[in-house]
C-alpha cells in the first residue's frame, strides 16, 4: 500500500491524534506528581484518588499508543491487534476512573468519552478494513 492513499493517511493521522490525546493526560498525571500544578492541593488530591492498578493500565495504553504509531508508519497488520489491547487496557482504566470523584469533578467525563470512544473507534474501523483488504502487511 502506499503511504499516500487516503484510508492509510486518515489512519496514521488519527492514530497521532490518539497519541496526543493519550500523551496530554499523561503529561497531566506526571505534572501532577511533580507538583507543577498551580493548586498544589487539587494535584495532591488528584495523584492520591489514583491507584496503582489504574496508573499501570494507563501508561501501558499511553505506551501501546506509540507502539501502534510505528506499526502504522510501518504498514503493519500487528497495529490492529496492538491497537485492540490499547484499547482494553484505556477501556479498563476508564472503568475504574469512572468511580473516581475527584477526577469526574476536575474535567467533563462525559464529553471525554464520547471523543474518546469515536477516536478509537474510527481507528479499530480503518485497522479492521486496511487489515482485511491487505493494505497493511
Known amino acids: ?50 491507584t496503582a492498578t489504574q496508573e499501570v493500565l494507563f501508561f501501558s495504553h499511553v505506551v501501546m499508543n506509540v507502539v501502534v504509531l510505528f506499526l ?15 484499547f482494553v487496557l484505556d477501556r479498563a482504566e476508564w472503568v475504574i476512573m469512572a468511580g473516581n470523584v475527584v ?13 474518546s470512544f469515536t477516536l478509537q473507534g474510527m481507528i479499530i474501523a480503518l485497522l479492521v478494513v486496511l487489515v482485511s483488504e491487505g493494505r497493511l502487511r
Open 1 to 50: 500500500m502506499r503511504r499516500s492513499g487516503l484510508p492509510y493517511l486518515a489512519l496514521l493521522s488519527l492514530v497521532a491524534i490518539q497519541v496526543i490525546y493519550a500523551g496530554y493526560w499523561a503529561v497531566h498525571d506526571i505534572s501532577a506528581r511533580m507538583g507543577l500544578w498551580a493548586d498544589t492541593d487539587a494535584a495532591r488530591t488528584f495523584v492520591s484518588s489514583l
Open 72 to 86: 502504522v508508519w510501518k504498514l503493519r497488520w500487528w497495529a490492529l491487534p496492538a491497537f485492540i489491547l490499547s
Open 103 to 115: 477526577f469526574s469533578n476536575m474535567v467533563a467525563v462525559d464529553a471525554w468519552t464520547v471523543f
